[in-house]
C-alpha cells in the first residue's frame, strides 16, 4: 500500500515531464525546477502531442518513462468560459488527464502530481476550506463541470493508489497569477483581466472603468512562482491520499483587488460595476493548514506579485496569451 512511501529529494537527473509546461502553471514550474538543478525536463507543446490523443499520449509515456509526471495541462478559463462552455471544459479536462493518468499507470511512472483547482469545493463550503469539505454539498454553478472533471482526477489519483499501489498525490490550487497568464478580455481570469483594463484606462486617459459582478465576492490569489515551489515541496516532503490545499490562507474582495490593480498601475479614475456579470462563489478562501504544517509557506505578497506582474504584462503586452 502507498501509504508505506516516504518522500524523498528528488533526484536532480529523474526525467520530469512537465505537462502543460508552456502554461501559466507549467511554465513556472519549468523555471522551479530548472532553478532547483534539475536537468532532464521534458515537455511537449500541443502541435507536438495533442493530450486528447489517447495514442499519442500513451506512446510518448512509454517512450519517455519519466521518473515523475506533472499534471498541468487542461482546459482553464475564468468565469465567464466556464460559465459559457460547460460541455468543453467538462470533456477536455476529463480527456486530457484520464489519457495522462492512463499513460502514466502504464508507464508505471513512480510518482505523480495532479492539478485541482479549490473551486472542487461546494458553494457555500464553510470558511477557511479544508480538504474535508470535499464532496459535502452543492458546486458552484459557474464551473460545476470543470470542478466535477477536477474531482473526478483526484478519484483517479485515489484509486491509483489503492489499487495499483504508486505514490501518486493532488494539489488543490487557489485562484493563481503570475507571468505568462491567458490575457484574454473575455477567457481570463480576474487578475489578468484588470490589468488589461486598468493599463488600458491609463493608456487611453479613461476616467471610468467597469469590472464584472458586483465586487463584493472574496477570493486569495496565489503567484504562480509560489505554486511552482509548493508543487516541488510536495513532491519531495508529502504522501497521502488525500488532495493537498495550496495557498496563502488570506483573501481579499474583488473590490480591494482592483484598487490594488489600479495604483499598481497609476489609475485614479472611478469604478463601476456590471452586475450582468456573474459573481460565481461567494467565498474560496482555502484551508491550508496541511501544507503549512508540512514545512511550506508562500514567499511573494500581494502587493509585490500584482506589482511584479502589471510590470510583466506592461513589458510585454504585445505578445501576451489571448
Ligand atoms: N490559473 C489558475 O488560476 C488556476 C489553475 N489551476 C490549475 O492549474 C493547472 C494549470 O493551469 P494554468 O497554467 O493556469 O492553465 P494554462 O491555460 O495557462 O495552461 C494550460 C496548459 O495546458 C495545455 N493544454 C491544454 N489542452 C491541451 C491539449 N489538448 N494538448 C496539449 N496541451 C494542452 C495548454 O497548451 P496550449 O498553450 O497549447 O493551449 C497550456 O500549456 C490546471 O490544471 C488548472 O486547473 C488551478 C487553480 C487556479
Ligand atoms: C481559478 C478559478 O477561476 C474561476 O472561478 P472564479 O474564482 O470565479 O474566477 P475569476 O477569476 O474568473 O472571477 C473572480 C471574480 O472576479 C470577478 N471579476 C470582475 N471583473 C472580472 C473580469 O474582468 N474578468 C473575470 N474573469 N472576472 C472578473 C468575477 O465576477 C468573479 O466574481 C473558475 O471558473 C475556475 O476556473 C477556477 O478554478
Not at 469539505?133 to 470543470?146: F, H, I, V
Not at 477570493?219 to 488532495?243: I, N
Request: with cysteine; aromatic share 8%.
Amino acid at each position: 500500500m502507498s501509504d508505506s512511501y516516504l518522500p524523498k529529494p528528488l533526484d536532480r537527473s529523474e526525467i520530469v515531464y512537465i505537462a502543460g509546461h508552456r502554461g501559466l502553471v507549467g511554465s513556472a514550474l519549468w523555471r522551479h525546477f530548472e532553478s532547483q538543478g534539475f536537468s532532464n525536463l521534458v515537455g511537449r507543446s500541443r502541435s507536438e502531442l495533442d493530450l486528447l490523443d489517447r495514442p499519442a499520449v500513451f506512446g510518448f509515456l512509454e517512450h519517455t518513462k519519466p521518473g515523475v509526471v506533472v499534471v498541468a495541462a487542461a482546459k482553464v478559463g475564468g468565469i465567464l468560459a466556464n460559465s459559457t462552455y460547460p460541455a468543453d471544459f467538462l470533456s477536455e479536462n476529463l480527456q486530457i488527464q484520464v489519457n495522462l493518468l492512463d499513460a502514466a499507470l502504464a508507464a508505471r511512472v513512480p510518482r505523480l502530481l495532479f492539478l485541482g483547482s479549490s473551486c472542487i469545493y461546494p458553494k457555500f463550503a464553510a470558511q477557511p476550506i479544508s480538504e474535508s469539505a470535499l464532496l459535502t454539498g452543492r458546486l458552484e454553478p459557474t464551473n460545476d463541470a470543470y470542478a466535477i472533471a477536477k474531482i473526478a482526477g483526484i478519484l483517479q489519483v485515489q484509486s491509483v493508489r489503492r489499487q495499483h499501489n504508486l505514490p501518486w498525490i493532488s494539489a488543490m490550487p487557489t485562484n493563481l497569477y503570475g507571468p505568462g497568464d491567458n490575457f484574454s478580455p473575455t477567457g481570463s481570469h480576474v487578475l489578468p483581466a484588470l490589468m488589461m483594463r486598468y493599463s488600458d484606462a491609463v493608456r487611453t486617459g479613461s476616467t471610468n472603468v467597469t469590472n464584472w459582478g458586483s465586487g463584493s465576492p472574496r477570493r486569495e490569489f496565489l503567484h504562480v512562482d509560489d505554486m511552482a515551489s509548493a508543487c516541488l515541496h510536495l513532491l519531495e516532503k508529502f504522501d497521502g491520499p488525500t488532495q493537498v490545499n495550496v495557498g496563502t490562507g488570506e483573501d481579499q474582495t474583488i473590490a480591494e483587488i482592483a484598487n490594488v490593480v489600479a495604483d499598481a498601475v497609476g489609475y485614479s479614475g472611478g469604478t463601476t460595476w456590471d452586475s450582468s456579470k456573474p459573481d460565481g462563489t461567494p467565498q474560496k478562501l482555502l484551508d491550508v493548514s496541511t501544507l503549512r504544517s508540512s514545512g511550506w509557506s508562500p514567499s511573494i505578497s500581494l502587493a509585490d506579485g500584482i506589482a511584479s506582474t502589471v510590470a510583466w504584462y506592461q513589458a510585454n503586452s504585445d505578445s501576451v496569451r489571448a
